[in-house]
């Protein structure tokens, strides 16, 4: 089970960037596809965002030319760049680790605890 620790959540303004982290607790970083997923009040979980241990991203259309996932293994973080932010963006962000050597992002790895992002004037 990896441990996943989000941050960088908060309240912006439409129109504005936050940037989130998503640090893991792992021998070896590199083996593992991540996510990001968000789930806002009264909808399901839905994916923003991935990247797999090759380096392949994937991005939900509603977040696409807005916001960049990337990942530094030598740190063991995940990123989530998020720029010109809607309030429809509003929602609790999850961060995904997938099952070890998995060259994809399938939503049934190990889950971070949320960080909460609120887009509003």
């Known amino acids: 089970q990896v441990q996943l620790v989000e941050s960088g959540g908060g309240l912006v303004q439409p129109g504005g960037s936050l940037r989130l982290s998503c640090a893991a607790s792992v021998s070896i970083f590199a083996i593992y596809s991540m996510g990001w997923y968000r789930q806002a009040p009264g909808k399901s979980r839905e994916l923003v965002a991935t990247i797999t241990i090759s380096g392949s991203t994937n991005y939900a259309d509603a977040v696409k030319g807005r916001f960049t996932i990337s990942r530094d293994n030598a740190k063991k973080t995940v990123y989530l760049q998020m720029n010109s932010l809607k309030p429809e963006d509003t929602a609790v962000y999850y961060c995904?680790?997938?099952?070890?050597?998995?060259?994809?992002?399938?939503?049934?790895?190990?889950w971070g605890q949320g960080t909460q992002v609120t887009v509003s004037s």
């Open positions: 995904t680790a997938d099952k070890p050597g998995n060259n994809s992002v399938t939503g049934h790895g190990s």
